[in-house]
């Protein structure tokens, strides 16, 4: 690995000698029977930009954890680096609520089936909110709601105003 030399800031004196990391290392084409023969015996040269910036931040990331300077949960506060298992697939599913008695005839005439949000609430007591709460909650969770995808050639969207 090169080293390059840094002056400390704030001081003239007292250089220190801080690895860089390079984006790749190559080896000389005329070593390359020699390293298959004996693996890892040829010393390979650094090549492209250094230091690399992706580089150079997971060797000071990984340095500093060795060091014990740095706890794996401190750069990784959501604890993504310790699932367990594979996550299963997202599945979107999308209810078409009518309005009304009215809308829900017209929503007929295309043949889909809906139910009014009091005949849901009443069925099954699953309470329904106005897409104005769920923008709401993705806001706090520091989602962007750009577009809706919509699955449907055709759909009626009524609001309602609280």
Same mark, same amino acid.
Request: contains cysteine; negative net charge; hydrophobic residues 45%.
């Given at each position: ?19 860089? &990391? ?23 040269i650094?090549?492209? !930009?250094? %230091? ?5 931040? &997971?060797?000071?990331? !990984? ?13 990784? %506060? ?7 298992? %594979?996550?299963?697939?997202? =599945?979107?599913?999308?209810? =078409? ?20 949000p009091?005949?849901? =609430? ?5 309470q329904?909110? %106005? ?18 995808? &919509? ?12």
């Amino acid at each position: 690995m090169n080293q390059i030399t840094c002056k400390k800031p704030a001081s003239d004196s007292d250089d220190f000698l801080y690895p860089i &990391m390079p984006e790749l290392y190559s080896l000389p084409a005329d070593k390359i029977d020699a390293e298959i023969k004996a693996h890892n015996s040829q010393v390979r040269i650094p090549i492209g !930009s250094a %230091p690399h910036l992706w580089g150079q931040s &997971m060797y000071i990331l !990984s340095r500093l954890i060795m060091d014990r300077l740095l706890l794996p949960g401190e750069i990784d %506060p959501l604890g993504r680096r310790m699932a367990a298992e %594979p996550k299963p697939d997202l =599945v979107v599913q999308i209810v =078409v609520l009518a309005e009304d008695d009215l809308v829900k005839e017209r929503l007929a005439e295309y043949n889909l089936d809906a139910q009014t949000p009091t005949e849901v =609430v009443c069925d099954s007591g699953i309470q329904i909110y %106005p897409a104005k709460v769920l923008l709401q909650i993705y806001n706090q969770l520091g989602m962007i709601c750009l577009y809706v995808l &919509m699955a449907f050639k055709l759909i009626i969207y009524h609001s309602r105003k609280k």
